[in-house]
């Protein structure tokens, strides 16, 4: 178990809203990231940070912004979503710097109507 | 960019039977990862490979890493209806973020 939770772990949305979703870890980890997952196509990164106000861009990062105001805490904002948004959203953290290795949350099911 | 590809997407067999799933890419990665999903949870890892030519084996499952280091297998001998699920492979370039890149998934049915 890596103490990773997510919430919330479903939420139904309009089209326009805003939608943050919230990935908290409990051993001060410093990478974390999030994914999107949607059938056909694995999983897609859309974010990541590698320490608190250090984030980047992943692969599919439009209209998605984050936030780490603290080590355990990655936000996902979706600033105006859109149906194509529709998906599973998960976050992961990797431990220590010398493996690649990453461990995932429980996700997030997100349906943007 | 680097990209996996994944094969088959689909696999539905017998109780009993083995089967591969290939992980291949054009790209070298530093090293390679499977994870095995079950509906409703996030990946789960099952195993790290790092060098070319490396096999490892976790009770029924067999992995290998490309001598190249360009591409995956995962072999499951006897498979049980216990190792349904999705299995996805991912592979990073070495960055020192530790970005992954991951395959489709293979949707792997096992028949009682």
């Known amino acids: 178990d890596a103490g990773i939770t997510q919430s919330p772990r479903h939420k139904v949305t309009e089209t326009g809203t805003p939608v943050t979703l919230r990935c908290h870890q409990t051993e001060n980890h410093r990478y974390m990231y999030w994914y999107r997952q949607d059938p056909g196509h694995g999983l897609r990164l859309i974010h990541y940070s590698y320490g608190v106000k250090d984030t980047d861009k992943g692969e599919v990062s439009d209209g998605y912004s984050v936030s780490r105001s603290k080590t355990e805490d990655f936000l996902l904002t979706l600033e105006s979503a859109t149906s194509s948004q529709t998906s599973v959203y998960f976050c992961?953290?990797?431990?220590?710097?010398?493996?690649?290795?990453?461990?995932f949350g429980p996700g997030t099911r997100l349906t943007v109507t | 960019t680097q990209l996996l590809e994944q094969s088959p997407q689909f696999l539905s067999i017998q109780e009993g039977e083995n089967l591969t799933v290939y992980c291949n890419s054009s790209?070298?990665?530093?090293?390679l990862q499977w994870y095995r999903q079950e509906p409703g949870e996030g990946p789960v890892l099952l195993v790290t490979?790092?060098?070319?030519?490396e096999v490892k084996k976790l009770k029924r499952l067999t992995f290998q890493f490309g001598d190249a280091r360009k591409d995956s297998s995962l072999h499951i001998t006897a498979a049980q209806p216990g190792d349904t699920g999705l299995y996805l492979c991912a592979g990073t370039g070495g960055t020192s973020y530790g970005k992954l890149t991951f395959g489709q998934g293979t949707i792997l049915t096992v028949h009682p």
């Open positions: 992961a953290i990797r431990k220590g710097t010398s493996s690649y290795e990453q461990y």
């Open positions: 490979v790092v060098t070319g030519g």
């Open positions: 790209s070298v990665f530093s090293s």
